[in-house]
């Protein structure tokens, strides 16, 4: 911090032009960072709570406009920041600069993400219980007893007392005899486990599922995949930038599916955009080089590459030589031995492979095929017209297992080959939902199916996944640079299964099973340092929250609900509910718990945090639910 408040001479990046040396420095309050001398005068700055990401080396596409020997990839850094996410590009003189201003840099984004509300609240609170225990005439200091008082104000929770004293036989202590006891009652955990010390983690989600744990040799049409939607842009489907950072964001993020709209460039070199928009470009070299760096960085099942292609022919070859070139022995299928009329591959043997999906496939003995073009998602050209394209046959020869096909009748093409992909909007799905359900579970369970969103959602808003997940689809694409709630679904999906983007479904989806319906007891007991809501700050609220907690099933339709505890007034320090809810849910295995707490106002209510966890992945007994985006602890 001292180092970046004293300030640096940095080379800031612009275009191909020659960079501009200016004097960097963090301000007084480590809120911004700022340079001079600059034209904008006091406008020259950059805020910490703006910024998104500071990503290390050559790696913006600033950058990749200069040879790659004229600066030393240790000492470039690029600050990704603002709502358009704009990257402000530096070289420094040595790399030690460098790793102070990256490090310096994300420390100050935990900082400032976390925010200073609850560190305000938390003061509040201890100043209470300083007054409380300042009993003598001496007053402003604790002597030795009132100290003791303090200490015991401040650390004893009335939640797990009244639980010691219940074990205790009303002593403050546990003996083993009591803890076992405890164990096998409250969190339950049998004796076996009691005598090998193998106690649960203190966390609601189950701490085996951190790791694969599921059955990894099925067919691929048994598996849920997580799959990204337009996975270059950063922001909204019109005005947002394309990156390559992006396909490292989402495939380190445990996505196994990413999509690539390859178009026309100039000198003969393929590009990646969206479509006729106003979104900027990246090299298709670019990307398949980021995806060989990262396909197998968070897991080592396969990467589906879902090419939508709209190159002529010459351009197709090039992009058919940057695959082979660059993936190499990743796009190897040689050595899996499985016959077409037989089932697909399963993610265990494809490890480490990468599948591509050829939109416009050719097929065998042509090279010319004549189809409706209904893909385009810009709004200039969404109307179908008849197109003619040919295909080049060293790309379509890049197709093994995943050959990209049109669904004409889900009923009669459930029959034909499980090699074949088929692409839907959410629009035309959610028709066969309502019309042909049962005739979609079936058709899923031979083919693999993916689900994009629909060319409306401009902003990038993200569809509920689960009533395509409880239909069987397999790959339900997700806008990935859009947090929220329906991104929140899908990672807590996946991360019943070590986050690898593989989750088996379950049998009562892949055979059509009845399944056996649960009953689900939670008791809501307290909840502890919850902050206010982001935006009080800037109201004209009170200083202390009224907390309250809502749990949702987030399944099947007839288990979707909501119960709530009730409001306890004026207390995010430690509040306390001790109430029951119990929800019946019919198919537990596809079931989604949703935790939140809000902060309850006479107009409204206010978020403080989710938590949303596999019914399947839920661990028993009393355990804490940490809270996400406040980062808090939630106790159950």
């Known amino acids: 911090?001292?180092?970046?408040?004293?300030?640096?001479?940095?080379?800031?990046m612009k275009g191909k032009k020659k960079g501009l040396v200016r004097f960097?420095?963090?301000?007084e309050h480590k809120s911004c960072i700022r340079w001079r001398p600059s034209r904008k005068h006091d406008k020259a700055k950059i805020t910490i709570d703006s910024i998104h990401e500071v990503c290390e080396g050559k790696k913006s596409e600033v950058f990749r406009r200069y040879a790659d020997n004229r600066f030393d990839p240790n000492c470039c850094f690029s600050i990704y920041y603002g709502d358009r996410v704009k990257s402000l590009d530096l070289v420094s003189t040595n790399a030690e600069e460098t790793r102070t201003w990256i490090t310096g840099l994300k420390y100050l984004m935990i900082y400032h993400s976390e925010g200073t509300e609850r560190e305000t609240d938390i003061i509040k609170c201890f100043r209470h219980y300083l007054q409380e225990a300042d009993t003598d005439e001496n007053q402003g200091s604790l002597g030795f007893d009132e100290f003791c008082s303090f200490y015991k104000m401040i650390s004893t929770r009335r939640d797990l007392y009244l639980i010691l004293i219940s074990y205790s036989n009303q002593k403050e202590v546990l003996d083993l005899h009591d803890l076992a006891r405890?164990?096998?009652?409250e969190q339950k955990v049998v004796k076996s486990q009691t005598n090998h010390n193998h106690l649960p983690a203190g966390d609601i989600f189950n701490p085996e599922h951190n790791q694969v744990n599921q059955d990894m040799t099925q067919p691929l049409t048994n598996y849920f995949i997580a799959t990204s939607h337009n996975t270059y842009l950063t922001g909204d489907q019109l005005l947002s930038q394309s990156r390559v950072e992006m396909y490292a964001y989402v495939l380190q993020a445990g996505c196994r599916c990413v999509e690539v709209d390859c178009w026309d460039g100039p000198d003969g070199e393929p590009i990646v955009h969206h479509?006729?928009?106003?979104?900027?470009?990246?090299?298709?070299?670019?990307?398949?080089e980021t995806i060989d760096k990262y396909a197998f960085t968070k897991s080592q099942y396969p990467v589906i590459l879902s090419i939508e292609n709209h190159c002529t022919v010459p351009q197709q070859k090039k992009m058919a030589k940057y695959l082979r070139e660059v993936l190499q022995d990743k796009l190897d299928l040689s050595n899996v031995s499985v016959h077409e009329c037989k089932k697909l591959p399963s993610p265990e043997i494809?490890?480490?492979?990468?599948?591509?999906?050829?939109e416009l496939f050719l097929p065998t003995h042509t090279i010319t095929i004549t189809h409706k073009h209904t893909h385009a998602r810009a709004h200039t050209h969404a109307r179908a017209k008849r197109k003619t394209m040919r295909l080049s046959?060293?790309?379509?020869?890049?197709?093994?297992?995943?050959?990209s096909v049109r669904v004409h009748d889900i009923e009669t093409q459930a029959f034909?080959?499980?090699?074949?992909?088929?692409?839907?909007?959410?629009?035309?799905?959610?028709?066969?939902?309502?019309?042909?359900?049962g005739e979609l579970v079936r058709f899923n369970q031979r083919q693999l199916l993916r689900v994009y969103p629909s060319n409306y959602r401009v902003d990038s808003s993200n569809f509920n996944p689960q009533s395509y997940w409880n239909s069987g689809c397999h790959m339900v694409a997700m806008n990935y640079q859009t947090e929220g709630r329906m991104l929140e679904l899908n990672q807590a999906k996946f991360s019943s299964n070590g986050n690898c983007g593989y989750i088996l479904k379950p049998k009562c989806i892949r055979f059509l099973q009845i399944t056996k319906k649960t009953q689900l007891v939670l008791k809501i007991i307290s909840g502890q340092q919850l902050p206010k809501p982001k935006d009080s700050m800037f109201g004209d609220r009170g200083e202390i929250i009224d907390p309250f907690v809502e749990v949702e099933i987030i399944g099947l339709p007839v288990d979707c609900s909501k119960q709530q505890t009730r409001v306890v007034h004026d207390n995010g320090f430690n509040p306390m509910w001790e109430e029951t809810l119990v929800f019946n849910i019919q198919m537990p295995q596809i079931a989604l718990v949703r935790f939140q707490v809000w902060d309850h106002d006479p107009i409204g209510r206010d978020f403080i945090g989710q938590r949303t966890v596999a019914f399947t992945s839920m661990m028993p007994g009393g355990v804490p639910v940490h809270l996400f985006a406040w980062f808090q602890k939630l106790y159950f």
Do not use: H
């Open 24 to 27: 960097f420095y963090l301000d």
């Open 350 to 358: 494809l490890k480490g492979k990468i599948l591509v999906k050829v």
């Open 393 to 403: 046959r060293a790309l379509s020869d890049l197709v093994k297992y995943t050959k």
């Open 275 to 288: 479509g006729y928009t106003l979104t900027s470009k990246i090299l298709f070299k670019d990307v398949i």
């Open 182 to 185: 405890f164990l096998e009652n």
């Open 416 to 437: 034909m080959s499980s090699w074949q992909v088929s692409s839907l909007d959410e629009t035309v799905m959610n028709q066969i939902l309502q019309l042909k359900p």
């Open 1 to 12: 911090m001292c180092t970046m408040q004293t300030g640096t001479q940095l080379t800031k």
